[in-house]
T-cell receptor, first 115, second 117 residues
Framework: DTAVSQTPKYLVTQMGNDKSIKCEQNLGHDTMYWYKQDSKKFLKIMFSYNNKELIINETVPNRFSPKSPDKAHLNLHINSLELGDSAVYFC??????????????FGAGSRLTVL | AQKITQTQPGMFVQEKEAVTLDCTYDTSDQSYGLFWYKQPSSGEMIFLIYQGSYDEQNATEGRYSLNFQKARKSANLVISASQLGDSAMYFCAMRDQPSGGSYIPTFGRGTSLIVHP
């Protein structure tokens, strides 16, 4: 049973379209994250939710909107897709959000290609 | 300034040899956590090892150990007895609390390790 599952794994779409990526974790974790990994492998945090409450919102275009219906789910909706949005998007979760051993467990990633 | 610096974009090591992957970090927090993750070519992110800022002993997990030098703000990963399956990208990460806000896990740019037979 996959701990953090993301769907879809691959997404190919045209510029200007709107798309969503879904994430679910069955670990009972309180905190969930979205990271973007660019073509140079740089992992940049986008958002984080703790118990459905937004706690981290880095400098991300407002075309990106996260939604957390409950603490086990964190979805990412992207409006008006641009070429620069092409990347691998990782969902992750952790038990807590402090400085302790709150290890991030990652999903398998969703590769988004914008044509 | 970067919070996590990995100065080695690529490293090569002979199978069965040990290798050290460098990581330095920048934080003004007293309480923080340091992590290493492995990303093989298949793309998944695999947790390897954790070191807390108050831990006095260096963390070890099997063939992985973390050489934590707090005064130098370095957290190098040592892989002993390298195996071909160790070929991957390795990311150093830190969780701290900038400006007293939420704890943010930040990643370095990674080091690509290739293990030669």
């Amino acid at each position: 049973d996959t701990a953090v599952s993301q769907t879809p794994k691959y997404l190919v779409t045209q510029m200007g379209n709107d798309k969503s990526i879904k994430c679910e974790q069955n670990l009972g974790h309180d905190t969930m994250y979205w990271y973007k990994q660019d073509s140079k492998k740089f992992l940049k945090i986008m958002f984080s939710y703790n118990n459905k409450e937004l706690i981290i919102n880095e400098t991300v275009p407002n075309r990106f909107s996260p939604k957390s219906p409950d603490k086990a789910h964190l979805n990412l909706h992207i409006n008006s897709l641009e070429l620069g949005d092409s990347a691998v998007y990782f969902c992750a979760s952790s038990q807590g959000q402090g400085s302790g051993a709150n290890v991030l467990t990652f999903g398998a990633g969703s590769r988004l290609t914008v044509l | 300034a970067q919070k996590i610096t990995q100065t080695q974009p690529g490293m090569f090591v002979q199978e069965k040899e040990a290798v050290t992957l460098d990581c330095t970090y920048d934080t003004s927090d007293q309480s923080y956590g340091l992590f290493w993750y492995k990303q093989p070519s298949s793309g998944e992110m695999i947790f390897l090892i954790y070191q807390g800022s108050y831990d006095e002993q260096n963390a070890t997990e099997g063939r992985y150990s973390l050489n934590f030098q707090k005064a130098r703000k370095s957290a190098n990963l040592v892989i002993s007895a390298s195996q071909l399956g160790d070929s991957a990208m390795y990311f150093c990460a830190m969780r701290d609390q900038p400006s007293g806000g939420s704890y943010i896990p930040t990643f370095g740019r990674g080091t690509s390790l290739i293990v030669h037979p």
